[in-house]
């Protein structure tokens, strides 16, 4: 029996740990030795040799049926298909879901490129890690790649986001945090969203693109706080807060500015950015319209009120210790997503368990909804008829 149990789950959310060398293949070979001075390679690179024994290890058939076993207890490089691609359909198999979004995890934020003055190594980056991303979940049809668009350059992101279509990316993920020296609502990057569009894929935001909370916060004149990992430089209570602002201001400016107007049927999704902000965002934008709509022709072209155009296009995955009910009676049925995280450690242990505790009160409908069906209309075509109900066409 799988983790899932015959349940009909989508998973909104999981991830690949790369080893360091895992773009090589895909990159330029003219650009190899900048992207390897990168100081997120070099960091990498100084851990080789434990990657080299978990990539041994993971080489023994008795461990990976043992991490199968453990499919959720074994977390990180340890997990059965964290980054052998031949074992990444048995994982699926033992968790159950029916998909699953697969994301980087060395890659998250483009090693920082995103506001660096190297566009040409920005966008090589990103361009080999669709091609890496696509390639692994080619495996198996239930594996579905998430491409990486930077936004700074309006030509280099319609290139980049055509060659992830075209390679088979399922949905494609840009960061949250505002380009350098343009709104991410402006016209020039229209085509992508065209494009998108028009190839029924959604437009993600996932954490690690981000604006970092700034560490001035962290001088406190105490002891250091250990973070979730143990250390003090990535996960704490502190660090935690700030995570949805950049996605909020972003997701807002589409909207105000027309986007989501201009492109409809374009769906949008924010993932492991948490959802208990969406409910109280949606009424401060509603609040804004009201406030400036005689002054602001931007405003009075709005098809709708900006909480119903969110419900209409807009998605997200709550953490596990969220109240997703809450969430869900507060934000509208269509919101939120069930993600896993596999095999991340913030994922925890059970987080069907934690989830169906916090949704307990919600109606049938709102729970079939969280667990497949906005999952189902956020990826629209780009998810095959076989993969949205394969229990029904197997009962059938």
Partial sequence: MSYAAGRLIHDADSHLMEMTDVLDPYFERRLLARYHALPVYKWKQSHAHWM??????????????????????????????????????????????????????????????????DMELCYAAADAHNRMMTDFCAIDRRLLAVAYVPLEDFQRAEQTARLAIRLGAK????????????????????????????????????VGG?????????????????????????????????????????????????????????????????????????????????????????????????????????????YPHEDAGWIIRNAGDEICLFSSDYPHVEGGRNPLKRFDETLQGCTPSQITAFYSENFIDLMG????????????????
């Fill in 171 to 206: 949905a494609l993920m840009v960061p949250s945090l505002c380009p350098q020296k343009h709104s991410p609502s402006h016209i020039g990057l229209d085509p992508v969203w065209r494009m998108a569009e028009e190839a029924g894929l959604p437009i993600l935001l996932h």
């Fill in 210 to 318: 981000e604006e970092k909370m700034n560490p001035v916060y962290k001088e406190n004149g105490l002891p250091p706080v250990p973070d979730f990992h143990g250390g003090d430089d990535n996960f704490t209570s502190v660090s935690y807060m700030p995570i949805p602002n950049a996605a909020m201001q972003t997701l807002a400016t589409l909207i105000f500015d027309g986007v989501f107007d201009r492109f409809p049927k374009l769906k949008w999704g924010a993932i492991e950015l948490g959802a208990s902000w969406v409910p109280g965002w949606m009424r401060a934008m509603d609040s804004a319209a009201h406030a400036f709509v005689r002054n602001e022709e931007r405003l009075q072209k709005l098809s709708a009120k900006p909480s119903e155009i969110v419900r209409r296009q807009f998605r997200a995955a709550p």
């Fill in 381 to 396: 075509e780009r998810l095959s008829p076989e993969l949205r109900r394969p229990m029904l066409k197997a009962a059938g």
């Fill in 52 to 117: 080299d024994e978990e990539r041994a290890r993971h080489e023994d058939a008795a461990y990976r049926a043992a991490a199968g076993d453990a499919i959720l207890l074994k977390k990180n490089y340890e997990a059965l298909g964290a980054f052998r691609r031949e074992d990444r359909p048995a994982a699926l198999d033992r968790l159950g879901f029916a998909s699953q979004l697969v994301f980087t995890t060395f890659c998250l934020g483009n090693f920082g490129l995103d506001q660096s003055d």
